[in-house]
């Protein structure tokens, strides 16, 4: 399902802890780091589609997280050619994005990456709120950024946490947090 402009509606989750880390998977088989994320199927509200994608890739029900806030509009990134079936190439141009910000009400021992025959993830980890860019695939950067910046206000308070650390695009995560593996 497609819009007019040739981008598929998609949502985002943010998904933080009490000390206001996130959540951020492995994707199964790769070396790359990203939030939960998925389409939208036909019918469906963004809302409906969030909680499917948090129980299809986190095992998580929607009583035990708690939505802290969403992105006001769509946000959108394009896909390069050589990621695009060929079938679809000039009509697919990429995703558009409502992102959700969401409370863990449970416990770590809650998220299971396995509660689907198709699995996302194969471990997972707590980071600091401005994830390092660095670890997310390029072309997805950019929507990182804005999302986490739209959403910062809602869970921090002061002033000094809404401003991203030094050379945040650019910088590596540290490697030293203890991976979840189901």
């Known amino acids: 399902m497609l819009d007019q402009h040739g981008y598929r509606p998609n949502v985002g989750i943010i998904l933080t802890n009490p000390l206001r880390q996130v959540f951020w998977g492995k994707r199964l088989g790769q070396h790359s780091w990203q939030f939960p994320q998925g389409g939208i199927n036909r019918g469906e509200s963004p809302r409906e589609a969030m909680f499917r ?42 995703q558009k994005q409502i992102w959700f910000l969401l409370e863990l009400l449970g416990k770590n021992k809650d998220i299971n990456l396995k509660a689907t025959n198709h699995p996302e ?62």
């Open 53 to 94: 994608e948090l129980w299809e890739e986190l095992g998580l029900f929607e009583n035990q997280v708690r939505i802290i806030g969403r992105t006001e509009d769509w946000l959108r990134y394009d896909v390069p050619d050589r990621w695009v079936r060929r079938d679809l190439r000039g009509i697919y141009k990429g």
């Open 121 to 182: 993830f194969e471990a997972w980890r707590w980071n600091d709120y401005w994830v390092p860019l660095s670890q997310v695939i390029e072309f997805k950067r950019n929507v990182y950024k804005e999302a986490l910046t739209e959403l910062a206000p809602l869970i921090f308070p002061d002033k000094k946490s809404l401003t991203p650390p030094p050379r945040w695009e650019r910088a590596e995560g540290p490697n030293h947090f203890r991976l979840y593996r189901n």
